[in-house]
């Protein structure tokens, strides 16, 4: 299995480009989400998804849009790059298997927007 | 709304020595993850801990949870500098899965 892949690894973008970050995992599961990362702030949850045709807002949705048309893919797009998206941004994917929900990450994009 | 807080933020330590990372968090959940990043790299999964009283090791490392207290502890025993890295907790928000929140890290160095 290649687990989580995202691509690309790095991304420069100027200031109104708009771009999607692919993320695509191999595992069957059925939960995906978007991270960004950013120093002194941890993760912070973009997006996620509990099935195909599903999704929903996390904590810091504003700016991005994304689509769950197949339990495989799930990318997430920026409409108009703005300096402060510039961050690593994280796909993950998890099961609900015997309850737990251990999330495997993606090995991240690095997005730079000047 | 959930918060999740972890301390220290930086340690710095010397192999051989024993610390603990805490993490509180502010609402109730019954799981939490531990999860180590290098630096430049993704996020490894460390420990799932799944209920009160709940204990895992590996190696040098120790996790546990105490739902009441809303409080785990990642315990590092005679720290090797291999164990250098930054570790997150994570906590269920419940509801929807696949819906974490993250402590800000703790950025470990062990020095010789």
């Known amino acids: 299995n290649a687990g989580v892949t995202q691509t690309p690894k790095f991304q420069v973008l100027k200031t109104g480009q708009s771009m999607t970050l692919q993320c695509a995992q191999d595992m069957n599961h059925e939960y995906m989400s978007w991270y960004r990362q950013d120093p002194g702030m941890g993760l912070r949850l973009i997006h996620y998804s509990v099935g195909a045709g599903i999704t929903d807002q996390g904590e810091v949705p504003n700016g991005y849009n994304v689509s769950r048309s197949t339990t495989e893919d799930f990318p997430l797009r920026l409409l108009s790059a703005a300096p402060s998206q510039t961050s690593v941004y994280f796909c993950?994917?998890?099961?609900?298997?015997?309850?737990?929900?251990?999330?495997?990450f993606g090995p991240g994009t690095r997005l730079t927007v000047t | 709304e959930l918060k999740v807080e972890q301390n220290p933020l930086f340690l710095s330590m010397q192999e051989g020595k024993n610390y603990t990372i805490y993490c509180n968090y502010s609402?109730?959940?019954?799981?939490l993850y531990w999860y180590r990043q290098d630096p430049g790299k993704s996020l490894e999964s460390l420990f799932v801990l799944l209920s009160n009283g709940a204990v895992k090791q590996e190696g040098r490392l120790m996790a546990s949870l105490d739902t009441k207290a809303r409080l785990s502890t990642l315990h590092i025993t005679a720290a090797v500098h291999d164990l250098s890295a930054t570790y997150f907790c994570?906590?269920?928000?419940?509801?929807?899965?696949?819906?974490?929140?993250f402590g800000k890290g703790t950025k470990l160095s062990v020095k010789p």
């Open positions: 609402t109730t959940s019954d799981r």
């Open positions: 994570a906590v269920d928000n419940g509801g929807s899965q696949g819906n974490l929140i």
């Open positions: 993950a994917s998890s099961y609900s298997g015997l309850g737990v929900y251990e999330q495997y």
